[in-house]
């Protein structure tokens, strides 16, 4: 990933699992980013500590993605850290999931899922879009690329109306819902956001070795590092012809 250069990224959900592996990752590169935004509720956790005692690049910010003001204190945080710069890269990474079935799907749970997976992407996205606008207006390319401003939802293939796929597994009703309905944001926000110079992208990690994908009872396939090191050589190869897509880990388009 020698070509890309992330000045700027901020990661939701950055306390455990994809989250933290993204973040770890970054601050690994030949080229680390000059800021790297971790975003969890708990910002006096021992694995955020331990991270930004090792790298001043790291800011550890405090976020609950479901309540709109926490949103707002974070963009204002980030906002002030970058000295009138722009963000460059927005990952909306934090998600819940439930083992709901049709038949035991409750209107509280699916609230609270939709809430987590599909509304606080879209919230952060429009508390950031200021910082975004801001890092595509300052950056010398022409085109579209994660570089430069972008958005990254991360999705999932239950997602997909078309595959379905671990149905027979685990229903994941409202999981599969929420991440469909992420999807048709991620393809707004491509159309939105597209005359701002905004990349927006929807992305597939795989099946992970994380709490959420242990939850089916069997083991993933993935590991977090070899998630993370996928995503992040996609994410710097992404252009303009890409925004609006939903692709996985390597690369590979996805069925909506």
Known sequence: M???????????????????GLVQHLLALPNPPEWVFATCRDPKGQRAQKLASKHPNLVIVPLEVTDPASIKAAAASVGERL??????????????????????????????????????????????????????QESPDSGMSCSKAAIVNISSIGGSISSLTGWDVMELVSYRCSKAAQNMLTRCQSMGYREHGILCVALHPGWVQTDMGNAAGYTPPLTVDASVGGMLKVLSNLSEKDSGAFLDWEGNVVAW
């Open 2 to 20: 020698a070509g890309v250069c992330f000045r700027s990224v901020l990661v939701t959900g950055a306390n455990r699992g994809i989250g933290l």
């Open 83 to 136: 000295k009138g710069s722009g963000l460059n890269l927005l990952i909306n990474n934090a998600g819940v999931l439930n083992a709901n079935t049709l038949e035991t799907e409750t209107l509280k749970d699916m609230l609270h899922v939709y809430t987590t997976n599909t509304i606080a992407p879209l919230l952060l996205s429009q508390a950031f879009l200021p910082l975004l606008k801001k890092a595509a």
